[in-house]
């Protein structure tokens, strides 16, 4: 498995306003999600970001709204920009271990939008 | 498109009840199955992952098995800490990374 951590764990923050959310893993990995839980509903993939290369995002989610920075193999952020009430969710990352498919993730971040 | 339904979408059990979560997929060649356990307020914990029909794996009172179409997660003799919700997620051969997660299942066991 792997130990994966998040900042912050929640925020409240005003419409217009940006949030940077910040993953940290504890070993080096290859591949890093970012996901969105709206509420009651499943984990929607953002996009995927490879160190050293650019995010590669989902239909639906576009690099002005979710601009997302890959540093070296064990850090990501997330950005939420020019947020709406719409936005409010839980932000979470993942890590792919490589050569096993399998996904672990971090304790997500709860944002709300007022 | 990966399709993947969960049901039920709310389950509740006696304690020491046993029963099935189900998960049906449909998906252009399956790579691999995936349970997660999420508490709320906390990411998704991995349980299970799951690459061909007939397979099965198992952890404590649970128990994963996978066919074509389906997989199960038996919940034998539960306990009211295994109240959480159950997610599915199912990975795909056209080469994307993505998880894609059914809505899920939430247990609830009663004392």
């Known amino acids: 498995s792997a130990v994966i951590s998040q900042k912050p764990s929640r925020d409240i923050c005003q419409r217009g306003t940006s949030l940077t959310i910040q993953c940290q893993v504890d070993s080096q990995v290859t591949m890093m999600f970012w996901y969105r839980q709206q509420p009651g509903q499943s984990l929607t993939l953002i996009a995927t970001?490879?160190?050293?290369?650019?995010?590669?995002?989902e239909s639906g989610f576009v690099i002005d709204k979710f601009p997302i920075s890959r540093p070296n193999l064990t850090f990501s952020t997330l950005t939420v920009s020019n947020m709406s009430p719409e936005d409010s969710s839980i932000y979470l990352c993942?890590?792919?271990?490589?050569?096993?498919?399998?996904?672990?993730f971090g304790p997500g971040t709860r944002l709300t939008v007022l | 498109e990966d399709q993947v339904t969960q049901s039920p979408e709310a389950l509740r059990l006696q304690e020491g009840e046993s029963s099935s979560l189900n998960c049906s997929y449909t998906?252009?060649?399956?790579?691999?199955l995936f349970w997660y356990r999420q508490d709320p307020g906390k990411g998704p914990e991995f349980l299970f992952t799951l690459y061909s029909a007939g397979e099965e794996k198992e952890k404590e009172r649970l128990k994963a098995t996978l066919t074509k179409k389906e997989s199960f997660l038996h919940i034998t003799a539960p306990k009211p800490e295994d109240s959480a919700t159950y997610l599915c997620?199912?990975?795909?051969?056209?080469?994307?990374?993505?998880?894609?997660f059914g809505t899920g299942t939430r247990l609830t066991v009663i004392p």
């Open positions: 997620a199912v990975h795909d051969q056209t080469g994307a990374n993505n998880l894609f």
């Open positions: 993942s890590v792919d271990r490589g050569g096993t498919d399998t996904q672990y």
């Open positions: 970001a490879n160190q050293g290369s650019e995010a590669t995002y």
């Open positions: 998906v252009s060649g399956l790579r691999g």
